[in-house]
């Protein structure tokens, strides 16, 4: 039986603290996804982006970090670091571009680069940051459409994650339904790989990565048994065009 369990942390996004200080200007324009709780997928789209623009060659990571405010475990964060024209800069959903003041050759260094991001959170204790990037990927000859025109919010949002993402990877846009409080409801989700590790994107709280028996995205069973994590007694399960 194909079998996950829940890894650490949610990748939400964690509470913006805006800074009062001027930012240069972009090094150039990025269209963001505009969805809910997208700090993860935002982030590994522009990497993406990133390399469509650059090329394969080019420097660019997912810095991700679990995290607590005032001692309660919150859902943690991620954000793009790249390297371009000699200069290192992060690209975060919730402050845009952040050029940040580190020789290039530092780039690698979590320990060096990771403060620098974290200032923008002053009531944030970063847990464990570390990079992640893609392993090379086939995506699947019909990807997901974006369903702009679905009224389930959840539905629209995870099929526009789904569609992004799927020009480089394969990526299974799903929906399924729960119930809370006594309802219920039907919800969406992303199922994806990065960095080698099984993610599932959910629209109302972010992406969970899930340490997977099996890295497939069309093991239906091992993604309901994943949901189910989420959202016990998960159900009605299938594939969207």
Not at 59 to 75: F, H, N, S, T
Not at 115 to 127: E, G, N, S
Request: aromatic residues 12%; proline residues 8%; hydrophobic residues 45%.
């Amino acid at each position: 039986m194909a079998g996950c369990r829940l890894a650490f942390v949610v990748f939400g996004c964690c509470a913006v603290t805006l800074a009062g200080a001027a930012k240069p200007a972009p090094p150039f324009a990025h269209e963001r996804l505009n969805v809910a709780n997208s700090c993860l997928v935002e982030s590994i789209y522009f990497y993406d982006q990133f390399r469509e623009r650059f090329g394969e060659d080019a420097w660019v990571r997912v810095l991700q970090w679990g995290a607590k405010e005032d001692e309660e475990v919150v859902a943690g964060h991620a954000v793009a670091v790249f390297e371009l024209k000699n200069r290192l800069w992060a690209w975060d959903v919730n402050h845009g571009f952040l050029p940040l003041d580190l020789p290039p050759a530092q780039r690698e260094d979590v320990d060096r680069v990771s403060p620098l991001i974290l200032a923008k959170y002053p009531r944030i204790t970063a847990r464990e940051p570390l990079y992640r990037f893609d392993f090379p990927q086939v995506p699947a000859a019909v990807p997901p459409a974006a369903l702009l025109l679905n009224e389930n919010s959840d539905v629209r949002d995870a099929s526009v994650v789904a569609e992004k993402l799927a020009r480089h990877r394969p990526v299974n846009l799903l929906q399924y339904s729960y119930v809370t409080d006594g309802e219920t409801r039907t919800s969406a989700v992303a199922v994806f790989l990065f960095h080698g590790r099984f993610c599932i994107y959910f629209p109302e709280s972010g992406t969970v990565p899930f340490r997977a028996r099996q890295n497939s995205v069309e093991n239906l069973r091992q993604i309901q048994e994943c949901l189910r994590r989420v959202h016990p007694g998960a159900f009605a399960l299938k594939p969207l065009p």
